[in-house]
């Protein structure tokens, strides 16, 4: 299958900075991203969608000012968690779709954690 | 609105017993169907899909899943279980309907083999 990669795989950080996270499609062109979030034993909940060159449209809940999604290129998507604070240390999972059709590809995952 | 339903938060079986990992999915249309596995602070790894076709649908690992249009049902199985089975599953839905839909995650299971 198609590989998506993720960077970095775990970041700690302090309190009021911000964290950048990328997303790469390495072998395919991803026309659309998607962000998830994932709180200890718990499921994968949808933060927002991207399409390439397009404004992400964020889930109900998600505050797009905090977190700037940007989809800049058919093989990069980047999640930028501003002003981070203990409660948004998660596991954020990104996946990549080349097509309406297509399969979706999952990344293996950041862990952040903030101080 | 689509929806995934895992009824069981943990299931746990003894090695070289079949196992089966329940899911029922709620969506308009057609879905497309999906299991995925995760292991500890690691991304999804896919199991197998049903799109159309076979109601019994084999996939990687020994894994296979039978879908029941009737009962809107998309349980996971396995004939004989090993250790490391032991995991976090995943079951996905999406709908068939074209667009930037996503995957809808159920809240996983729990799967424990125990030698």
């Known amino acids: 299958g198609a590989v998506v990669s993720q960077h970095p795989s775990w970041v700690i950080c302090k309190s009021g900075t911000s964290v950048k996270i990328e997303c790469r499609s390495l072998d395919f062109q991803a026309t659309t991203m998607f962000w998830y979030r994932q709180f200890p034993k718990q499921s994968l909940m949808l933060m927002a969608t991207s399409n390439e060159g397009s404004k992400a449209t964020y889930e109900q809940g998600v505050e797009k000012d905090k977190f700037l999604i940007n989809h800049a290129s058919l093989t990069l998507s980047t999640l930028t968690v501003t002003s981070a604070h203990p409660e948004d240390s998660s596991f954020y999972i990104c996946?990549?779709?080349?097509?309406?059709?297509?399969?979706?590809?999952f990344g293996p995952g950041t862990r952040l954690t903030v101080l | 609105a689509q929806s995934v339903a895992q009824p069981e938060d943990q299931v746990n079986v003894a090695e070289g017993n079949p196992l089966t990992v329940k899911c029922t999915y709620s969506v308009s249309g057609n879905p497309y169907l999906f299991w995925y596995v995760q292991y500890p602070n690691r991304g999804l790894q896919f199991l197998l899909k049903?799109?159309?076709?076979?109601?019994l649908v084999k996939g990687s690992y020994g894994f296979e899943a039978e879908f029941n249009k009737s009962q809107t049902s998309f349980h996971l199985k396995k004939p004989s279980a090993l250790v490391s089975d032991s995991a976090l599953y995943f079951c996905a839905v999406r709908a068939r309907i074209s667009g930037n839909t996503p995957l809808v995650f159920g809240k996983g299971t729990r799967l424990s083999v125990i030698a």
């Open positions: 996946s990549a779709r080349g097509g309406i059709d297509s399969e979706q590809f």
């Open positions: 049903y799109i159309t076709g076979d109601n």
